[in-house]
């Protein structure tokens, strides 16, 4: 079965940055689109980011500038790379792949998700 585990996720200060990875198992990853979502306390889950088989990506308004996602088919790996973070990016971030029609952003039309990774920014 398909298995999304993510990592990369801690603790930084205003303005810094982390990459967060995300470690596809059971999926034919190049073919597969990958989206990033982010759940705040006390907040909905919401989109953050994805790249689709082809490479086109689509972004949160909130993070555009700030965040790059990008696939390595090789390693099976989805990353997002996050710079000039802010208090506001705090969450925890989950890894969601093979995207059934709809919008990115839209949660539902995703099949499978990873359990998640801490960003915390103070």
């Known amino acids: 079965h398909v298995q999304l585990v993510e990592s990369g996720g801690d603790s930084v200060e205003t303005g810094g940055s982390l990459r967060l990875a995300c470690v596809a198992s059971?999926?034919?990853?190049?073919?597969?689109?990958m989206g990033w979502f982010r759940r705040a306390p006390g907040k909905e889950r919401e989109g953050v980011a994805a790249i689709d088989s082809d490479g086109s990506t689509g972004y949160a308004d909130s993070v555009k500038g700030r965040f790059t996602i990008s696939k390595d088919n090789a390693k099976n790996t989805v990353y997002l790379q996050m710079n000039n973070l802010k208090p506001e990016d705090t969450a925890l971030y989950y890894c969601?792949?093979?995207?059934?029609?709809?919008?990115?952003?839209?949660?539902?039309?995703?099949?499978?998700w990873g359990q998640g990774t801490q960003v915390t920014v103070s």
């Open positions: 969601a792949a093979e995207r059934r029609g709809g919008i990115w952003y839209q949660q539902d039309v995703w099949d499978f």
């Open positions: 059971e999926l034919s990853f190049a073919d597969a689109d």
